[in-house]
């Protein structure tokens, strides 16, 4: 029961740190102001690791590389204590936890996306003059965009969200189908 409660920790903190981080990365991205909330927020939650990195790795192409080194090397070091914690030889499985280390920063940006979208959702019912709304509307525009413009309204009702939550629910699917296979090599 101790080694389940410590996982599920190790995944629940790992997880939303990983997550910050790519946030971090879709915010540069899409040029979210920084003197907002989130920003404010994320970038005191990851700087300790990004700004380190951003010696060492520059920014190529609009990308803040540095970010999704930090984002990958948090997923290295969550499976190497999730090894650990099970008893998984770790030498032995380093070579499959650094290719795995890859599919959960894809797992956590897709979830990334559908939880800002989520977020975005319930926000434009229950609260749409949140302070950041215009934050999570800056973020989701460009991920449901190019959704709205094949998938119409209907009734006035944008389901650009649900589709997108489809999509991705899909591609997650893959992901753990790729990672069942790199750890059944291993």
Known sequence: MFSEIALFLLDTVFTLFGMALLLRVW?????LPTRNPVSQGVFQITDWLVRPLRRII?????????TILAAWLTAVVFLALVAL????????????????AVLYVLKWAI???????????????????????????HLTAPVLRPIQRVV??????????LVLFV???????????????????H
């Open 167 to 185: 999509i991705a629910q899909i591609l997650l699917m893959v992901i753990a189908r790729l990672g069942a296979g790199i750890i059944g090599l």
């Open 111 to 137: 979830s990334l996306v559908m939880w800002v979208t989520l977020l975005m959702a319930i926000l434009s019912w229950v609260n749409p003059h949140s302070p950041i709304t215009p934050a999570i509307d």
């Open 85 to 100: 914690t099970s008893g998984i030889d770790l030498l032995g499985f380093v070579p499959a936890m650094l290719l795995t």
């Open 58 to 66: 520059p920014g190529v192409g609009g990308i803040d590389w540095a």
């Open 152 to 161: 119409p309204r209907l009734g006035g009702f944008d389901i650009s969200p």
């Open 27 to 31: 915010m540069q991205l899409t040029r």
